[in-house]
């Protein structure tokens, strides 16, 4: 049973984070014994199988809750806010995530042709599939055998991607491993927004990276991420300023400098704005609810 495989992999891997890493690349497991604070990312594509326990994400206006039997699919990098709304230590929430390789689907893609395509939504919660879920099952049942992981990890993982490509949001998932898709050209402006996100980036620096004039550019970001470019780059900004002091301890000036801001208060009043409260207030409420946690 996934379930039950995840779980022994899980518990004896996880770290303080709740997370445990596996051997195949993109592929973790989460584990968390109580609720979790509000949680806030730009996540990459990925799907995550829900296993036990209970989450909501939020992206934009749309609010998505799900649990066990269910997977949330993310086909584009998009910022979420996210939270584990049911977990306890006598049945902790778990849950499988896999990012998705866009050469992976490009190459399947190929071989199998095209798939109904969809209206642009990045994120959705569906049932989890049956031939997911087994393809799933196999891969962790290997985790554990480093030799026979060598020889046959990837052609699981492909066959992983394989079932999602032809599963009920193929199409979605299909754009991501086309060139010259809006959604692959967006994601090339994003790459470079992470790379560079404490520096000035041109929006036509991004429009060129993208392949796409300024007007179509502008037009099909928002359309896939709910953001304007800037909008963009100020959320990884505030994320990654965030994760700074509160993982590493960072002072709140060191954080606001070290992520591109030149004004600690802009910093602290654009942070305010998206987590609802200045820094210093915040991080001492995110860190005594870990402590409660612990």
């Known amino acids: ?46 799907v ?11 992206m934009g206006n749309a609010t998505f ?53 969809e209206a642009d939504r990045p994120v959705r919660v569906d049932p989890t599939e049956a031939e997911v879920a087994d393809a799933a099952l196999r891969l962790l049942r290997l985790l554990d055998r ?39 050209r967006v994601a090339r402006a994003v790459a470079v927004l ?22 179509a550019f502008h037009v099909h970001f928002r359309s896939i991420t709910s953001l304007s470019p800037l909008q963009f780059q100020k959320q990884l900004r505030l994320i990654e300023a965030r994760r700074r002091m509160l993982s590493l301890g960072e002072a709140i000036s060191d954080a606001a400098y070290g992520v591109g801001y030149e004004s600690v208060p802009q910093f602290t009043r654009e942070y305010g704005r998206m987590f609802g409260q200045p820094p210093a207030r915040d991080i001492r409420r995110a860190s005594a609810e870990m402590s409660d946690a612990a």
Request: glycine share 8%; charged share 20%.
């Open 1 to 46: 049973m996934l379930l039950d495989d995840a779980r022994r992999y899980a518990d004896a891997h996880v770290d303080r984070f709740g997370v445990a890493t596996t051997p195949v690349d993109g592929l973790v497991i989460l584990r968390e014994t109580t609720p979790t604070m509000l949680q806030y990312a730009v996540s990459k594509p990925l």
């Open 48 to 58: 995550a199988l829900v296993l036990q326990g209970g989450k909501r994400v939020t």
């Open 65 to 117: 809750d799900f649990g066990a039997g269910d997977s949330l699919l993310i086909t584009t990098d998009v910022p979420t806010v996210s939270q584990i709304t049911t977990a306890s230590r006598a049945l902790p929430y778990y849950s499988l995530v896999l990012e998705l390789e866009p050469a992976i689907i490009a190459e399947l893609a190929g071989e199998i042709g095209a798939v109904p395509s």
């Open 146 to 184: 480093p030799a026979t992981l060598t020889v046959l990890g990837s052609q699981l993982k492909r066959e992983l991607h394989y079932w999602l490509l032809v599963g009920r949001h193929g199409g979605a998932i299909q754009a991501l491993g086309v060139t010259d898709s809006h959604a692959h």
């Open 194 to 215: 992470r790379t560079h996100y404490a520096e000035t980036v041109k929006v036509e620096v991004l429009a060129k990276a993208a392949g796409m004039s300024l007007s």
